[in-house]
């Protein structure tokens, strides 16, 4: 059967004949992180060469998956599960991206079991707030935190605005490197994926949650904070506030860090 086999001296004929008749494989190991884009997973697999990125994304959209999967929208952007994989070599994309769902929703059954009772667009609403947490929330102890700020800005109609949007379209829509900060042109790009301008959530997910993020956003921790600001670079942490007089006091505070830094 076609593949890569392990072969060693040590085998005889017989050996080797029904070692190549059993089809046991060497699979290849790749890790994909939580957090990407499917544009990034696509040159991650290509670059481990499984597949091309063309045929990775053209499985992403295929929409015999998305029917499969119950997915209301024209991209699998969000369920493709964050973790290290063994595929074995030339695996098609289409039964790769398979996988990778089956796992997202086998996830999702131990997160939330009435998941699959739940209405297709209520779920796929909260994959794309899971994935916008995925990309604010640095410590794993924040995420729900995060995700009840951005349930109480839903519910008063207020924007989320979140940088990690704003981000997607600079990178995925107009193809430009990660911005190390953003500015106030970056925030006011008229985009519906932004939503500092935007009420309400992005029209998809901004990248690949994984078990963290999915968790949060099905059990978010309550509170009566509106803002959330980056406080250590390094660690990750944020300051969480009531008012905006007290978010920019921690604004002020992280500008003078900085500054004596």
């Known amino acids: 059967k076609y593949g890569d086999y392990l072969i060693t001296e040590s085998l005889s004929s017989l050996e080797l004949y029904r070692l190549l008749s059993s089809g046991k494989v060497v699979l290849r190991r790749i890790t994909i992180p939580e957090g990407l884009t499917v544009g990034k997973m696509a040159q991650r697999f290509e ?56 796992l997202f929703f086998r996830t999702l059954d131990s997160i939330y079991p009435s998941h699959r009772e739940e209405d297709p667009m209520e779920r796929h609403r909260k994959v794309i707030l899971a994935s916008i947490v995925e990309r604010e929330a640095y410590l794993q102890e924040e995420a729900p935190l995060i995700a009840g700020v951005f349930y109480n800005r839903l519910r008063i109609q207020m924007p989320l605005q979140s940088c990690a949007t704003v981000e997607y379209i600079i990178t995925e829509v107009h193809g430009r490197p990660h911005p190390t900060r953003l500015y106030d042109v970056d925030i006011a790009i008229r985009h519906p994926y932004n939503t500092y301008i935007n009420p309400g959530l992005p029209p998809g997910p901004i990248a690949n949650p994984g078990a963290t993020a999915l968790r949060a956003v099905y059990a978010p921790k309550d509170s009566d904070y509106l803002f959330f600001r980056l406080i250590d670079p390094n660690s990750g942490e944020h300051a969480f506030s009531k008012t905006y007089d007290q978010h920019l006091e921690y604004t002020l505070l992280f500008n003078q860090r900085n500054r004596s830094r």
Do not use: C, W
């Open 47 to 102: 670059s481990a060469q499984f597949t091309t990125k063309e045929d990775f994304l053209a499985a992403v959209s295929n929409p015999d998956l998305l029917k499969k999967y119950n997915i209301p929208a024209d991209s699998l952007e969000g369920y493709l599960f964050p973790e290290t994989y063994h595929f074995p070599s030339a695996y098609p994309a289409q039964r790769i991206v398979d996988d990778m769902l089956a």
